[in-house]
């Protein structure tokens, strides 16, 4: 009986076990879907407490939230993190360089930008007014005035409810920080400024999921090409590296920005993933990428043609076929073996398909009485022909014995003038014996 008990009681922490590690897995695989960002634009509002300090320059800007810095130029962060909390920030410009910004820290040490290291820099006062072209501004109250030039009396051009803490002149224009915002002055007017920036650091983490099997058979019907759309995101992946969780990444690339990525170029399109297709995977010149299916628009085009044979065989050794016109492990489909015979249905190549790095047949292939289709690169297979007759014997028509009866009297000289030698020594030994030197004779 206590046995029982035992054998029950383990029974039932297995079955609960086994209930908490399906659940588990089964929240794992869901969290594995393939995914790919709408947009990589971050925003610096979500991404501080509240400024302290500020640098602006012409399409940059650097700010401070105590010991983090960001700067911003042309769109592309950088992160920095100083050894105590950031007292000051400035930026200044010369034509060889650019931009260069500097902060001091806690422990009043001047630091320059993005080297990290220390520098000599004379901080402008911080002053609640400042005079401009147009006339002055300042800060009272924690509320931002402006008195035109011509002298009339200053007007409040912020909001009651707006909490000013500086106000900071950059190359004639005003700025001012209100929590985590930055705002820009004109006159009467002030405008909230936009912060954003583009952070690829998303698509770094990309889940494979059942991608690759999606992609099985998905171009050996007919062959899908999209043109990608202007201003889409895309990211390299290399689908040689696919036993693993997360896809290998390499560069993010802008469409209509990045050079070779020109709005409305046209790509093959490998297979669609995703809970609901809403991710594509297309490939041009070799490679591959990954994008938003939204940002891709199909297009009709007939690049199967047909081909000169319709029979041929497998004609190098660990050949494989692929679903796509791309050779990947990723679209790998199933192996040939050498000397096999497959059916050719068609060929693609970089004539009729820019999209291609290389020209491609598509077959089909029997084994085990199953039918696979698959794309094979030219190369890996060749014409196959059949002789009822058998193999013919063709003779060189510049074919010539001349050397080889050179050769063969040479041989016989050699060998008729070696047995000559034979006889004649063996005839000067036997003259020996048979006739006794004259000495023998006189005794």
């Not at 190549?349 to 029997?366: K, N, P, S």
């Not at 008729?416 to 005839?427: D, K, N, P």
Request: charged fraction near 20%; charge should be negative.
């Amino acid at each position: 009986m206590k046995s029982l008990k035992i054998i029950t009681t383990l029974l039932s922490v297995a079955v609960c076990t086994a209930g908490v590690f399906g659940s588990g897995a089964a929240a794992s695989a869901e969290s594995n879907v393939t995914f790919y960002p709408e947009n990589f634009t971050e925003y610096v509002d979500g991404n501080v407490t509240e400024i302290t300090d500020f640098a602006v320059g012409k399409n940059c800007y650097a700010v401070a939230d105590g010991n983090k810095i960001i700067v911003i130029e042309s769109g592309t962060p950088s992160f920095y993190n100083a050894n105590s909390a950031v007292t000051a920030l400035d930026c200044v410009y010369d034509e060889e360089n650019g931009y260069t910004f500097f902060f001091k820290d806690g422990d009043d040490k001047t630091y320059s930008l993005p080297e990290m290291k220390p520098a000599e820099h004379v901080f402008a006062a911080i002053s609640t007014i400042y005079t401009t072209e147009d006339g002055e501004y300042k800060l009272l109250d924690s509320a931002v005035h402006f008195c035109p030039a011509d002298g009339t009396v200053y007007q409040q051009i912020t909001e009651n409810d707006a909490t000013f803490t500086l106000i900071k002149l950059f190359e004639g224009v005003l700025y001012g920080v209100c929590g985590n915002q930055l705002f820009k002055f004109d006159k009467t007017d002030s405008e909230k400024l936009t912060l954003d920036f583009t952070d690829y650091s998303s698509a770094s983490s990309i889940p494979i999921g059942n991608t690759i099997e999606k992609l099985k058979g998905f171009n050996t019907e007919k062959l899908y090409f999209v043109t990608l759309n202007d201003g889409a995101y895309l990211t390299e992946i290399d689908l040689n590296m696919v036993a693993q969780t997360y896809f290998k990444v390499d560069k993010t690339y802008k469409i209509g920005v990045n050079e070779g990525f020109t709005a409305g170029k046209s790509a093959i399109l490998l297979g669609t993933t995703g809970t609901d297709g809403e991710v594509s995977l297309v490939a041009f010149g070799g490679k591959a990428y990954i994008m938003r299916t939204e940002n891709t628009s199909a297009i009709e085009k007939n690049a199967v043609a047909t081909t000169e044979f319709d029979t041929a065989t497998v004609s190098i050794a660990s050949a494989s076929a692929y679903s796509s016109p791309l050779v990947s492990v990723g679209t790998k489909l199933f192996a040939l073996e050498p000397g096999a015979k497959v059916k050719v249905l068609g060929k693609v190549t970089m004539a009729t398909a820019q999209e291609l790095h290389r020209d491609f047949y598509l077959i089909e292939y029997m084994k085990d009485e199953t039918s696979q289709k698959g794309f094979v690169p030219f190369g890996y297979i060749s014409e196959f022909k059949y002789n009822e007759n058998g193999p013919n014997e063709t003779q060189d028509p510049e074919a010539t014995y001349e050397n080889t009866v050179k050769t063969v009297v040479l041989i016989l000289l050699v060998v008729l003038l070696v047995l000559i030698a034979i006889g004649y020594l063996t005839w000067i030994a036997t003259s020996k014996k048979n006739n006794p030197d004259k000495t023998d004779e006189t005794k």
